[in-house]
Nanobody
Framework: QVQVVESGGGLVQPGGSLRLSCTAS????????MSWYRQAPGKERELVAD????????NYKDSVKGRFAMSRDNAENTVYLQMNSLKPEDTAVYYC????????????WGQGTQVTVSS
């Protein structure tokens, strides 16, 4: 059974930091591209950052470049998203995604973790 579990969200003041974690089980982690998405109220889900299975990346959405840093630990089946200099517009539910394509598409999502940036 595949599980993707995020943790680390919370309430933080503008300019603060948070570190999100995502652990995947039930998959061969090294084959999967791992991504962080977010969805703010009333908006579509958007890609924030990803790290390819081949080691390419991390790649970042323009608005988070220089503030967010994504890393992956293949030994722990875990990816992280270090978020610094947080802004109110970063407020969203953050989702972790694991995906792998060969002749079949494998696409797994976590349940999401809320990040709220507010004074």
């Amino acid at each position: 059974q595949v599980q993707v579990v995020e943790s680390g969200g919370g309430l933080v003041q503008p300019g603060g930091s948070l570190r999100l974690s995502c652990t995947a089980s039930g998959i061969t982690f090294i084959f999967y591209t791992m991504s962080w998405y977010r969805q703010a109220p009333g908006k579509e889900r958007e890609l924030v950052a990803d790290v390819r299975a081949t080691g390419g990346g991390p790649n970042y959405k323009d608005s988070v470049k220089g503030r967010f840093a994504m890393s992956r630990d293949n030994a722990e089946n875990t990816v992280y998203l270090q978020m610094n200099s947080l802004k109110p517009e970063d407020t969203a539910v953050y989702y972790c995604n694991a995906n792998f394509h060969n002749s079949t598409k494998y696409d797994f999502w976590g349940q999401g973790t809320q990040v709220t940036v507010s004074s």
